[in-house]
C-alpha cells in the first residue's frame, strides 16, 4: 500500500488513488514497468498483523511511503519487487522487525539474502536497507511492560549463537551485531505489539515517525 502506480503485464496497479488499500505484490516482477512514486520512503514491516494496523491507522495518508510486507520469512517476488523498487526509486528503506532471532534472521535476508538463494542475491537483497527497530533497547525507551518481555527459549540462544557467527555482520553492521549480543545478554524478546501496549496506535502515531525523523535508525 502506499504512494505507487504501477503496471504489470496488463494489469495496472494504483495505489496512489487509495494508499492505505492493500494490494498484493505483484508475482512477475519482471513484467513490472511504468513506475510512478510520490514517496519519500519504503517501509518494509515482517508482520501482516502489524501491516494491517498500520493500514486501519490510515498511515500512508498522514505519512508518504509504500509499505511492503512479506508475511513472516519473505518469498522470492517480494524481495525482487522491493529490490526493484529501490533501484529505480532511490528511496531509503527502513524495516520494521520482532525484538527476536527470527525478526533479526528476517532483517538480514532482505539486506544480505539467504544462505538458500546465494547464487542469486544480487536480484535479491538490498543492502541499502536500514533496521528501523525493534531495537532491545527500545523496551526501555519507550516503557514496554515487563509483561510483554518473554524469555528466550533454548532454541531461541542457539539461533542468536549461530547468527553472531556470520562474518559479514562483523564486517558491513557491527552495530546490527552489537544489538544481537544485546539479545542474548539480556536473554529476553519482545514483539512489535508490545510497542502499542499503551496506546493502539502508537506505532503509526509516534513511533515509526519519531524513529525516522530522529534518525533513530541503523
Request: with cysteine; charged share 25%; net charge negative.
Amino acid at each position: 500500500m502506499g504512494w505507487i502506480r504501477f503496471s504489470e503485464g496488463e494489469r495496472i496497479f494504483d495505489c496512489i488513488s487509495s494508499p492505505n488499500t492493500a494490494h498484493p505484490v505483484p508475482v512477475h516482477v519482471e513484467e513490472v514497468q511504468d513506475i510512478i512514486s510520490l514517496a519519500q520512503y519504503i517501509l518494509v514491516v515482517e508482520k501482516e498483523s502489524v501491516f494491517q494496523r498500520l493500514a486501519n491507522d490510515q498511515f500512508c495518508n498522514a505519512n508518504h511511503c509504500i509499505v511492503i510486507t512479506g508475511r513472516g520469512y519473505p518469498d522470492i517476488p517480494t524481495r525482487r519487487f522491493l529490490r526493484l523498487l529501490v533501484e529505480n526509486l532511490c528511496l531509503p528503506a527502513y524495516c520494521l522487525v520482532d525484538c527476536d532471532p527470527y525478526g533479526f534472521d528476517i532483517l538480514t535476508t532482505y539486506r544480505f539474502g539467504s544462505m538458500q538463494m546465494a547464487y542469486d542475491t544480487k536480484h535479491l537483497r538490498v543492502p541499502e536497507i536500514q533496521w528501523l527497530g525493534a531495537f532491545p533497547s527500545d523496551s526501555e525507551r519507550y516503557f514496554v511492560p515487563n509483561q510483554c518481555l518473554l524469555p528466550l527459549t533454548a532454541e531461541d540462544k542457539r539461533k542468536v549463537e549461530a547468527m553472531l557467527l556470520r562474518c559479514y555482520l562483523e564486517r558491513e553492521v557491527p552495530q546490527w551485531r552489537l544489538e544481537l549480543q544485546l539479545i542474548l545478554q539480556r536473554g529476553v524478546k519482545f514483539e512489535i505489539e508490545a510497542l502499542s501496549v499503551h496506546a493502539l496506535s502508537f506505532l503509526s502515531e509516534s513511533y515509526i515517525p519519531s524513529k525516522i525523523e530522529g534518525k533513530l535508525i541503523m
